[in-house]
């Protein structure tokens, strides 16, 4: 039986349980539970009432597993780090969305004792830390005990709402031998989807994306189709190399698809969520703020839009005219255009509709940004 490697004179003790330590708790001797049903008939599984997913981030994390991938360097590990901090002490995650409180484990595998030191200050700023996070640097691949050791974790703290391992790679193990590429990372997801499963823990996997891009973020994920199909929602994390700003996107089974624009600040190692939607920030300003007015006004002709956010009417003319042809707009009889998918009541030409403000550089035609 594999154990945890021998704690080193030069590091501060952050224990991982070991597979000896959940002997008791995994013991072959212990009473087998009773068989749990499943299979039902439509009219059973109808009248049935089940509790609703256990949130660590409302909307974004639920319990099961979730692939959080993302190319390195990209602040992967500040974000794991920062939802651990604001999920143990009960704070908001991004800056924005309120979480319950409960014990979290943190296996920070690429990282030493000093580094997470350093990262933990950061980002609790002046804030105590929390004493329901659990930090810890080693720990056992999952088919050598390290299944076995994260669940007699999960046994001494019934209340955890999450499970960090960053990174996956360091934790999956060896594949079955003649295993193909597909089954192999399907069966390593699998092994900590039974722990989280079992627990209604929201397990984060740590992972990384390919080199190449894609249209479709679950087809940039490093490796087979199988880590995504396995894992019950896959989050990619895009950032522009230097540049502060990011996109999150999300799918899964019990989570919405969606796309979070978010902001880094280095200086506090925290990823901040900004309001609106995420195409607002991937986009000129000038293009941002003639979104933000037809959502709010859809039907509206240039000369209206211009009126209310104090841009020139040529340049929103143009403008709307660019973003019809790239699919960010649609247009209506009249010369009226709306955002595709929003619909409302026309505005009445003329009515002054009340102003946004607008401090951009894209006033004139020449500075509007595709």
């Known amino acids: 039986m ?63 597993v979730n692939l959080l991938c993302g190319p390195p360097k990209v602040g992967k590990s500040w974000m794991s780090l920062g939802l651990g901090v604001d999920v143990a002490a009960g704070g908001k995650a991004f ?45 056992p691949p999952l088919p050598q005990g390290g299944d076995q050791a994260i669940a007699a974790w999960l046994d001494r703290n019934p209340d955890a709402r999450m499970v960090i391992i960053d990174v996956f790679a ?23 989807k039974k722990v989280a499963d079992d627990y209604g823990v929201a397990f984060v996997l740590v992972h990384h994306v390919r080199k190449a891009g894609s249209d479709d973020f679950l087809t940039e994920v490093s ?69 933000r007015f037809l959502r709010t006004a859809p039907g509206s002709t240039p000369t209206i839009v211009a009126n209310a956010v104090g841009l020139k009417a040529a340049t929103v003319r143009q403008t709307c005219t660019r973003m019809l042809a790239d699919g960010q707009l649609a247009a209506e009889p009249g010369g009226r255009y709306r955002v595709p998918g929003v619909t409302g009541v026309t505005p009445v ?12 550089k894209g006033d004139d035609i020449e500075g509007e940004t595709p």
């Open 223 to 291: 490796g087979t189709n199988g880590l995504a199909g396995a894992a019950d929602a896959t989050l990619v994390l895009k950032r522009a190399r230097n540049q502060g700003d990011g996109v999150l996107h999300v799918t899964g089974r019990d989570v919405d698809e969606a796309e979070y624009a978010l902001t880094f600040n280095a200086d506090a190692g925290a990823w901040q969520m900004l309001d609106g939607p995420a195409e607002d920030h991937q986009i000129g300003e000038t293009r941002a703020v003639i979104l």
């Open 2 to 64: 594999s154990r945890v490697p021998a704690e080193r004179p030069d590091r501060p003790a952050l224990h991982v349980a070991g597979p000896d330590d959940a002997a008791e708790v995994l013991s072959a001797e212990q009473a087998r539970p009773a068989r749990i049903r499943t299979s039902w008939s439509a009219v059973d599984i109808m009248a049935m009432q089940f509790a609703p997913p256990k949130w660590a981030v409302p909307g974004v994390l639920s319990e099961g």
């Open 349 to 360: 030409t003329g009515v002054t509709q009340p102003a946004l403000s607008c401090g951009n």
């Open 95 to 139: 800056g924005s969305i309120a979480v319950e409180p409960g014990p979290v484990l943190y296996l920070a595998l690429e990282d030493t004792a000093r580094r997470l030191q350093n990262r933990l200050g950061k980002v609790l700023a002046n804030r105590p830390a929390p004493a329901g996070l659990t930090l810890a640097t080693e720990c």
């Open 170 to 192: 360091k934790l999956r193990g060896n594949s079955a031998p003649g295993a193909s590429a597909y089954d192999a990372d399907y069966a390593a997801v699998g092994r900590a």
